[in-house]
């Protein structure tokens, strides 16, 4: 079973719109989360990381936590071509001294001018 | 911006064959990890060190090997390559703050 659920699977957006993805954790001890933005041919990049409850935003990106739900999103305003990417949300993994992270299936993001 | 650096970018083998990818990280990071990314499947960790001699089981350890030979290098061997080990493969390394920081890739296909 996947311990980090990510939905949409793909999502399309216009530029200059917004953009929301959704990631679940299965287990309650999964409690630190992470974005991370992979470009085509390109290694992940961390986004932005969020530990505690409510929202936190960085630039046009805003995170916000849902602890009791395990639940995270992510909201990208104002889109560009350049958000174009494969999305990953990822927990720190408490069973490994929170080092190593557990990653979801992504969510695909597409752009268009 | 932290630098770790994947070798080679593209690999085929044959089944059966050896394989080592080699990664190399100049940040002076204790933590390096190896990922496979499939698709849907996303990333999924293979091993991981704390330093150099050090190995941490990961979630999908069979059929792969790894040694840490020092703090800057880390390496990924496949002794017996299967068709099910083609995969793209990542490399990263973290400090204390956590964040990981990720290579360009290996893809391999093993034939």
């Known amino acids: 079973q996947q311990k980090v659920q990510q939905s949409p699977e793909s999502l399309s957006v216009p530029e200059g719109g917004m953009a929301s993805l959704n990631c679940t954790s299965s287990?309650?001890?999964?409690?630190y989360f992470w974005w991370y933005r992979q470009h085509s041919g390109e290694g992940p990049k961390a986004l932005m990381s969020i530990f505690s409850d409510g929202d936190k935003k960085e630039g046009r990106f805003t995170a916000h936590l849902n602890k009791a739900s395990l639940h995270v999103s992510l909201h990208i305003r104002d889109s560009q071509p350049s958000d174009s990417a494969l999305y990953f949300c990822?927990?720190?993994?408490?069973?490994?001294?929170?080092?190593?992270?557990?990653f979801g299936t992504g969510t695909t993001v597409s752009v268009s001018p | 911006e932290a630098a770790v650096t994947q070798s080679p970018r593209n690999k085929v083998t044959v089944t059966g064959g050896n394989v080592t990818l080699s990664c190399r990280q100049t940040n002076s990071h204790n933590y390096m990890y190896w990922y496979r990314q499939d698709t849907g499947h996303g990333l999924r960790l293979i091993h991981y060190?704390?330093?150099?001699?050090?190995?941490q089981i990961g979630d999908v350890p069979d059929g792969y090997k790894a040694t840490r030979t020092t703090q800057e290098d880390f390496f990924l061997l496949l002794e017996l390559a299967s068709p099910s080990q083609t995969s793209l493969y990542f490399c990263a390394s973290s400090d204390w703050g956590h964040t990981l920081y990720f290579g360009a890739g290996t893809r391999l296909s093993v034939l």
């Open positions: 287990d309650r001890n999964f409690q």
């Open positions: 990822a927990v720190s993994d408490p069973t490994r001294g929170g080092r190593a992270l557990i």
């Open positions: 060190s704390y330093g150099a001699g050090n190995l």
